[in-house]
T-cell receptor, first 116, second 118 residues
């Protein structure tokens, strides 16, 4: 039962262009959503988050959009840089349900490659 | 702040052996999490501690798995009678819970322990 899905295993983008990574979820109890970035041989690193009461959150080159009715979120990276090449994980939490916001359900990940 | 430290980085063991991993969280963090990641998948939640108390365990955590966090500092994850299906990356994360639900905690992950069961 995959409650968080990233249907694109990989994405290739030219430097300077926009990268759009997508994520779908099924559990209506999720109220907090995050994106993590992971380089080889390292643990995941927090990138950006959004609460379910918002539909957009922006941090520099990174913007996360949340469409609750469609149970869909996306991460936009503009402009993309070669250093952004990594695995990106979408994650969700149902902390308002009484559990910890640190109990995350992750998607399978999308490998982003940004070409110079 | 040296981040979350996990040891060993790699562990190779034979099926049926016991293994133990250690995690040292960021010093002021009161919550500690264990996750497991297999190839091609995202991390999966296993268990978490608030100080020394283990508050939640996933059904993924069979009775062969045990985690402890004595004195609310470092944590150990032991797997008894390892099976080939236990081969995975075991990730530890820590966070600071400030006691208000709206202050959503941010997890800081270690680099993980890669377990290979032969």
């Amino acid at each position: 039962d995959q409650q968080v899905k990233q249907n694109s295993p990989s994405l290739s983008v030219q430097e300077g262009r926009i990268s759009i990574l997508n994520c779908d979820y099924t559990n209506s109890m999720f109220d907090y959503f995050l994106w993590y970035k992971k380089y080889p041989a390292e643990g995941p690193t927090f990138l950006i988050s959004i609460s379910s009461i918002k539909d957009k959150n922006e941090d520099g080159r990174f913007t996360v959009f949340l469409n609750k009715s469609a149970k869909h979120l996306s991460l936009h990276i503009v402009p993309s840089q070669p250093g952004d090449s990594a695995v990106y994980f979408c994650a969700a939490s149902a902390g308002a349900g009484g559990t910890s916001y640190g109990k995350l359900t992750f998607g399978q990940g999308t490998i982003l490659t940004v070409h110079p | 702040d040296t981040g979350v430290s996990q040891n060993p980085r790699h562990k190779i063991t034979k099926r049926g052996q016991n293994v133990t991993f250690r995690c040292d969280p960021i010093s002021e963090h009161n919550r500690l999490y264990w996750y497991r990641q297999t190839l091609g998948q995202g991390p999966e939640f296993l268990t978490y501690f608030q100080n020394e108390a283990q508050l939640e365990k996933s059904r993924l955590l069979s009775d062969r798995f045990s985690a402890e966090r004595p004195k609310g500092s470092f944590s150990t994850l032991e797997i008894q009678r390892t099976e080939q299906g236990d081969s995975a990356m075991y990730l530890c994360a820590s966070s600071l819970d400030r006691g208000a639900a709206f202050l959503k905690e941010k997890l800081f992950f270690g680099s993980g322990t890669q377990l290979s069961v032969l």
